[in-house]
């Protein structure tokens, strides 16, 4: 195999393969074959499904780790923060969720990981953009 020339960070085209129990094989740019872990995926995928993604980790096999999430914590957090914002519009804004609330109904309701969900709202707040009570959150 030649050298993989891909960097972390770098935004892919993946096309998703087998799913076993760690994740789902998936090619990369129509060239490598890459990993995306079952537990970082947000969302319903498919045998067959182009998507974009993130290369994570470009291992010394060749083989390459991806992610449907952009790396880098700043990119990461202002997509999050655009997406609660967003899911809150939509809800009429108001969401049961909040902090305290179980990983897989922030998971079910905002696709995003209840530590993704916890920084988005953080820095949201932080902005006077939300309020956090006991009861979720709410649009100010």
Known sequence: ??????????????????????????????????????NEVYQKVREGQKLEGFVKKVRE???????????GFKKTIDQNME??????????????????????????????SKKAFKSAIGGLYKLKKISISENGIKLL
């Not at 770098?10 to 799913?19: E, P």
């Not at 129990?21 to 740019?29: A, P, Q, R, S, T």
């Not at 390459?64 to 999430?69: C, I």
């Not at 990983?103 to 905002?110: A, L, Q, T």
């Open 83 to 112: 997406a609660v914002l967003q899911k809150l519009k939509e809800e009429g804004g108001y969401s049961e969720c909040n902090d305290k609330s179980d990983p897989d109904s922030i998971k079910y309701h905002f696709k995003m």
């Open 61 to 71: 096999d060749g083989k390459v780790d991806v992610s449907l999430q952009p790396q």
């Open 1 to 38: 195999m030649e050298e993989n020339e891909l960097k972390i960070g770098d935004k892919v085209d993946i096309v998703i393969g087998r799913f076993t129990k760690i994740g789902i094989h998936v090619l990369v740019n129509e060239e490598y074959e890459g990993m995306l872990y079952r």
